[in-house]
């Protein structure tokens, strides 16, 4: 899309400018999803929710109809700034459950975000371009030959209304102060339950807030970053550092990925965080990450030792690559992406180690909006350093271009160091301690 708004001037800038977009959801995102956070205390979960699920709708359609660049990053910054539903959804999970059903519900959240990175490269991959991929079907519409990208936004749009509907109607309100409960003296009228207010400063006064907030910044780095720098390794060629996949390889091995994560949630968090307990299953997966950043050059490594060089060219280096080596390299792949996949199973006990900090319930909301907040300021920074990082180490030949990996296992062994500040008992502190 970058290439076709023609705000490049070469090839190499692409990623910088589609970067900028991403980024500026991130931004604009940091800057509101504390208060829809604090907002869902006050008015409740399922307002809130179906807001930004509105607001959705309309920034996507929005976006479909770039054609400019600033249309863009402008549509994107209405994304992000109703871009609240993060945090009001994990509030929701949090005051549904509690200690003996929290570790199968809170995965659910990661499984469904790992079916949409697979249903959503899909339809932006089929569906951008219509004129040119259906030009006898949907792409002969005129609408479609001058706004190339808004069909696949119109589709995601129908999912947004869907939900919408279907949380109108089916979607309980969970907030304790604002749902309804039978009364216990007779009467016939319904009475809502009053809770305490808990003020900002009270949750950021918990030290194991802070210490779980803390060690969650350092993940959101690792996590997004792994997932920048992994299209960039993927597509460097091998002499320089990378695989020489192309990206249509790149996307479906992702997607695979996507499914792999899906299956990890719903069906090994649940016994692991049984077996090794919150906190003791959160190290042991921070652990993870310091090693499948080592991982990275160690499969260039293989790769060097057992595809032929052809440069730059891609079509030589697929055409003239032995397929034994091409199925060592693909098993590689494979189990790394399974190894991230497992270590990304510390997003959904962060989740569970906040709920536990939380002061009260009637705080979720603003205690989550605050965790997204932490989750954006490292979305809205990692892309950029990791991969003005990634392309120094291969143009410098620092290390033998291998300085990006050295800083980012650094930065994960920081991140795994953290997790023994995490506090044993965070369940229900006292507020006023």
Same mark, same amino acid.
């Given at each position: 899309m970058i290439e076709d708004l023609k705000v490049a001037e070469k090839p190499s800038d692409i990623g910088y400018y589609s970067g900028l977009v991403d980024s500026t959801f991130a931004l604009t995102e940091l800057a509101t999803t504390l208060q829809w956070g604090r907002l869902s205390d006050r008015i409740g979960r399922k307002p809130v929710l179906l807001i930004g699920l509105i607001g959705l709708t309309f920034s996507?359609?929005?976006?479909?109809?770039?054609?400019?660049f600033l249309w863009a990053v402008a549509t994107r910054c209405i994304a992000g700034a109703l871009s609240g539903n993060s945090a009001v959804v994990?509030?929701?999970?949090?005051?549904?459950?509690?200690?003996t059903n929290q570790a199968r519900a809170f995965p659910l959240s990661g499984l469904t975000y790992n079916l949409g990175a697979v249903v959503g490269p899909i339809i932006g991959g089929n569906l951008a371009n219509p004129a040119i991929n259906y030009p006898r079907s949907i792409g002969s519409l005129s609408l479609f030959k001058a706004y190339p990208y808004l069909l696949p936004c119109l589709v995601c749009s129908c999912f947004t209304i869907f939900s919408f509907i279907w949380g109108s109607y089916r979607l309980e309100e969970t907030h304790p102060n604002i749902r309804s409960v039978a009364p216990t003296d007779g009467s016939a009228a319904p009475q809502p339950i009053k809770r305490k207010a808990f003020p900002m400063r009270v949750i950021l006064a918990s030290r194991s807030m802070r210490t779980v907030l803390s060690t969650y910044f350092f993940l959101?780095?690792?996590?997004?970053?792994?997932d920048v720098v992994f299209a960039l390794f993927s597509y460097t060629p091998v002499h320089l550092g990378g695989l020489s996949r192309a990206p249509k390889e790149i996307g479906?091995? #992702?997607? &695979?990925?996507?499914?792999s994560g899906a299956l990890i949630q719903l069906f090994v968090f649940p016994p692991m965080q049984r077996r090794y307990g919150s906190i003791g299953l959160y190290r042991r997966l921070m652990f993870l990450w310091p090693v499948a950043y080592?991982? #990275?050059? &160690?499969i260039n490594f293989i790769a060097r030792r057992t595809m032929p060089d052809f440069g730059d060219d891609f079509l030589a280096q697929h055409l003239g690559a032995a397929i034994p080596a091409d199925v060592v390299i693909w098993t590689c792949i494979a189990f790394l992406l399974i190894f991230v996949r497992v270590a990304c199973m510390s997003y959904s006990v962060n989740a569970i180690l906040v709920r536990e900090a939380c002061p009260s319930k009637d705080a979720l909301g603003s205690t989550f909006g605050l965790s997204s907040s932490v989750s954006c300021i490292a979305r809205s920074m990692a892309p950029a350093f990791v991969s003005s990082l990634f392309a120094f180490s291969k143009r410098s030949q620092i290390l033998n271009g291998n300085l990006v990996w050295v800083i980012m296992c650094g930065i994960a062994i920081v991140g795994l160091w953290s997790t023994h500040s995490i506090c044993e008992n965070t369940n229900h502190e006292d507020a006023s301690e």
């Open positions: 996507t359609t929005l976006f479909g109809f770039s054609t400019s994990m509030s929701v999970i949090g005051e549904i459950t509690d200690e959101c780095v690792l996590g997004t970053s792994f479906y091995a #992702l997607a &695979l990925s996507g499914v080592a991982m #990275l050059p &160690l």
